[in-house]
C-alpha cells in the first residue's frame, strides 16, 4: 500500500512538474529498491515490508535534520532549506508521529509489560518500541526515556 502511494505520488509530482517532490520521491524509491535487493540477497522474500518502508523513512527524515544542523553551522541557509522541503515531502508517507507524553506513556507501558527491570533491558524494550511502533516514534527521544526509566 505504502509502496504504491509512493509511485503514485511520483507520478503526480511529474505531471505537476515539481521537480524537488520528483528527487525526493526517486530518492526514496531508489533506496527501496536497494532494500528490496539486499532482502532478496539474504533470502528473504522479494520486497520489504510496510514496516522497513516505514524505518527507511523515519531514517532518511532523521539524517536530513542532522544535515540541516551542518549546514546551519556551516553558514549555507539554502541546502538547510531544500533538507527542510525533503523532510516535509518524507513525513507525508509516515505516520502521525507521538508527541513526547505519549511517547513516554508507550515507554512506560512496555518496561512494565516486558518487566524490564535495570538498563540491561532496554535493548529489548527498544525493540518493542520499533517493532510496534515504526514510523511514529523518534527513537531518539524514547531511547532517552526508556533510559531514565531503567536507570
Avoid: C, H, W
Avoid at 539474504?42 to 523515519?58: A, F, R, T, W
Avoid at 508517507?93 to 505519549?102: A, G, I, R, T
Amino acid at each position: 500500500m505504502l509502496r504504491e502511494r509512493l509511485n503514485d505520488a511520483l507520478k503526480e509530482a511529474m505531471k505537476a512538474k515539481d521537480s524537488r517532490r520528483v528527487s525526493t520521491l526517486r530518492l526514496i524509491l531508489a533506496a527501496l529498491k536497494d532494500r528490496d535487493i539486499a532482502a532478496r540477497g539474504k533470502g528473504e522474500s522479494e520486497e520489504v515490508g510496510e514496516d522497513q518502508i516505514l524505518q527507511m523513512l523515519s531514517t532518511m527524515v532523521r539524517q536530513r535534520r542532522e544535515s540541516i544542523a551542518q549546514y546551519e553551522q556551516g553558514g549555507r541557509v539554502d541546502l538547510a532549506e531544500q533538507e527542510q522541503e525533503e523532510i516535509a515531502i518524507i513525513e507525508d508517507f509516515l505516520p502521525q508521529q507521538l508527541s513526547e507524553d505519549e511517547t513516554r506513556d508507550v515507554a512506560q507501558s512496555l518496561v512494565g509489560e516486558l518487566n524490564a527491570s535495570g538498563i540491561k533491558d532496554m535493548g529489548r524494550v527498544m525493540g518493542e518500541i520499533k517493532k510496534r511502533y515504526a514510523g511514529q516514534v523518534d527513537m531518539g527521544k524514547a531511547s532517552a526515556l526508556v533510559k531514565d526509566l531503567l536507570s
